[in-house]
Nanobody, 128 residues
Framework: QVQLVESGGGLVQTGGSLRLSCAAS????????MGWFRQAPGKEREFVAF????????DYTDSVKGRFSISRDNAKNMVYLQMNSLTPEDTAVYYC?????????????????????WGQGTQVTVSS
């Protein structure tokens, strides 16, 4: 079992930055691949970023490449999402998720169904 708690969301102006954090419980955190997803009102939950078990493998959806950066600290059971150059299109509830899969293909982790555990979400609102 893994429990995930996100924090760091808020209201920011276009062009601003936020850093989301996800705190994970459990002693086996490093055995989980981690992802960030987001869901805007009226839209489906979508993949944002993925980080592998040791933090050396990452993947991003095209719309955030060059602006967002995912990282993890296994010693602290934490995952982070640094978001820069934010636009109103980034407004959504952001969710942290954990996957127990050991698949090697990073693209496999873009699917919502690949993840076993989810946090409650944190709201990010970008004003124009």
């Amino acid at each position: 079992q893994v429990q995930l708690v996100e924090s760091g969301g808020g209201l920011v102006q276009t062009g601003g930055s936020l850093r989301l954090s996800c705190a994970a419980s459990g002693r086996t955190f490093s055995s989980y691949a981690m992802g960030w997803f987001r869901q805007a009102p009226g839209k489906e939950r979508e993949f944002v970023a993925f980080v592998g078990w040791s933090g050396d493998i990452t993947d991003y959806t095209d719309s955030v490449k060059g602006r967002f950066s995912i990282s993890r600290d296994n010693a602290k059971n934490m995952v982070y999402l640094q978001m820069n150059s934010l636009t109103p299109e980034d407004t959504a509830v952001y969710y942290c998720a954990a996957s127990s899969s050991r698949r090697a293909e990073r693209s496999w982790y873009r699917g919502v169904a690949r993840y076993n555990y989810w946090g409650q979400g944190t709201q990010v609102t970008v004003s124009s």
